[in-house]
């Protein structure tokens, strides 16, 4: 019964260091198989969503050799067989992205159907549209995607709506097909860049990633590579929120600030004073937070990722504010959590309206999903008295040693086990 037990009020303050992003991570873990060759991959983020890639990696026959916490080498020359159903790539969205690569590869692939976070329908139709159009059969069998070809073709895909997931997973299968494939309406998400880098890194001939069309020329094969992945985008922006709502002074640091930018604006509008260096982006809130509109919107826009830590910090803002969430149709489950905690948001349709209360009061919570957990945990941290937060699994999917690193900027939050270590604390911090 893992929960955090929080004792709001403390503002955050220090430095603290940003990891490598999940996103590009388990697309770029899952390129790996592409080569015969070894690869080694740095930066690499010890977050639970990761680590069942990687094991279910292996169970497929993929030798996997952990040098440390945040460096993989990855050979995926005695892979035994192309189905990859264990009951924990269950749990991920992610796995599909072993749909785009084995079927690249080996032209044939059967992964089980994506889990993932429940914050609405998490569709594949735009995946199965772009491996069809590469000359692919697909088919769901007992809850697995099964999918191969003869032969793959280059093709000109036009996705029907920007999915992050269909545009990297058409880049994986098209990277090793005959000829030219374009994507037109491709997602721009820095993770899709950092992917297509990685790709390149190996042979690849991968145009345009970062716009929104993409030229794919298919190559023979691909080659070993050593690569870094990118900054956590969503991870920063997560603790720059929390210094918002705690009025704190945080530097997030090993950050790429080009990435934040929609989350930088956001903090200006809302009144917080935020610097910018090269790898470094420091946000101070000393007075009360203003109100403000946001729209998430595919990148550059506001990410939807960070929907839940605005929403958590313009509760508390002055005045009215709007929160309108675009990409998917259940991403406010968290609302009703932050009622109990005193916040005064009405949800109609796909929009939030808040109406600024002066402060939150410490509840027993429950993480609806991974986004919403951390949201919920930087309420508790700017709550009077004691929260508690349970489900911290879904949490622990995408932030890695979260407590610890909150811990390190003057958080009252501990990893407690037992109602025995809950009052332990309790009593600890008084
Ligand atoms: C990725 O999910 C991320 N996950 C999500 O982050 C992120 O919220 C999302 O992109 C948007 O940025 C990973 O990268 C593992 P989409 P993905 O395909 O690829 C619909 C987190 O917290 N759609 O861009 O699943 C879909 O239902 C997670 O780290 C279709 O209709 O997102 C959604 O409404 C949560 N058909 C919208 O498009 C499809 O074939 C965007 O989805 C694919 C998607």
């Given at each position: 019964m893992e929960q955090y037990a929080i004792k709001g009020g403390n503002p955050l303050v220090g430095e603290v260091e940003i990891g490598g992003a999940k996103n590009a991570a388990l697309a770029i873990v899952a390129a790996a198989v592409m080569t015969d060759e070894t690869v080694l991959i740095e930066n690499l983020p010890d977050v639970s969503d990761v680590n069942v890639l990687l094991e279910a990696m292996e169970s497929a026959g993929v030798i996997i050799?952990?040098?440390?916490?945040?460096?993989?080498?990855?050979?995926?020359?005695?892979?035994?067989?192309?189905?990859?159903?264990?009951?924990?790539?269950?749990?991920?969205?992610?796995?599909?992205?072993?749909?785009?690569?084995?079927?690249?590869?080996?032209?044939?692939?059967?992964?089980?159907?994506?889990?993932?976070?429940?914050?609405?329908?998490?569709?594949?139709?735009?995946?199965?549209?772009?491996?069809?159009?590469?000359?692919?059969?697909?088919r769901i069998e007992h809850g697995?995607?099964?999918?191969?070809?003869?032969?793959?073709?280059?093709?000109?895909?036009?996705?029907?709506?920007?999915?992050?997931?269909?545009?990297?997973?058409?880049?994986?299968?098209?990277?090793?097909?005959?000829?030219?494939?374009?994507?037109?309406?491709?997602?721009?998400?820095?993770?899709?860049?950092?992917?297509?880098?990685?790709?390149?890194?190996?042979?690849?001939?991968?145009?345009?990633?970062?716009?929104?069309?993409?030229?794919?020329?298919?190559?023979?094969?691909?080659?070993?590579?050593?690569?870094?992945?990118?900054?956590?985008?969503?991870?920063?922006?997560?603790?720059?929120?929390?210094?918002?709502?705690?009025?704190g002074d945080v530097t997030v640091k090993n950050v790429i600030p080009k990435h934040l930018e929609s989350i930088t604006a956001k903090l200006l509008e809302i009144g917080c004073e935020v610097e910018e260096s090269d790898d470094a982006v420091r946000v101070v809130a000393s007075k009360k937070l203003e109100h403000t509109q946001?729209?998430?919107?595919?990148?550059?826009?506001?990410?939807?990722?960070?929907?839940?830590?605005?929403?958590?910090?313009?509760?508390?803002?002055?005045?009215?504010?709007?929160?309108?969430?675009?990409?998917f149709e259940n991403r406010f489950k968290y609302v009703d959590e932050l009622t109990r905690m005193g916040a005064n948001i009405k949800v109609e349709s796909n929009t939030a309206i808040i109406e600024g209360v002066g402060k939150y009061t410490g509840a027993g919570l429950t993480a609806p999903d991974l986004r919403a957990g951390a949201a919920l945990v930087m309420a508790g941290l700017a709550a009077e008295g004691f929260t508690t937060i349970d489900d911290i699994k879904y949490i622990e999917r995408g932030y890695e040693d979260f407590h610890l690193k909150l811990q390190s900027l003057g958080a009252q939050i501990e990893r407690v086990k037992s109602d025995k270590e809950l009052q332990k604390f309790k009593l600890k911090v008084g």
């Open positions: 050799n952990r040098i440390d916490r945040h460096t993989v080498k990855i050979n995926g020359s005695q892979i035994k067989n192309l189905v990859v159903d264990n009951d924990s790539i269950k749990k991920i969205r992610a796995s599909y992205y072993l749909l785009g690569a084995l079927l690249g590869k080996y032209k044939k692939a059967e992964v089980a159907l994506p889990g993932g976070c429940n914050i609405g329908s998490r569709a594949i139709d735009q995946h199965i549209k772009g491996f069809k159009a590469l000359g692919a059969q697909v697995n995607v099964c999918t191969e070809a003869q032969h793959l073709k280059g093709s000109h895909i036009f996705m029907d709506k920007v999915s992050v997931g269909a545009t990297i997973n058409i880049i994986l299968a098209a990277s090793l097909a005959d000829g030219q494939t374009i994507i037109e309406n491709a997602a721009k998400e820095p993770h899709v860049v950092d992917l297509a880098n990685f790709l390149n890194s190996m042979g690849a001939n991968i145009k345009g990633a970062g716009t929104d069309v993409i030229r794919i020329k298919g190559v023979e094969k691909l080659h070993k590579t050593e690569y870094a992945i990118i900054p956590d985008q969503i991870e920063a922006g997560t603790y720059m929120f929390a210094a918002a709502v705690t009025k946001v729209k998430t919107l595919p990148y550059p826009g506001f990410p939807t990722d960070m929907q839940p830590q605005i929403t958590v910090a313009l509760a508390l803002a002055d005045g009215t504010s709007t929160v309108t969430e675009s990409i």
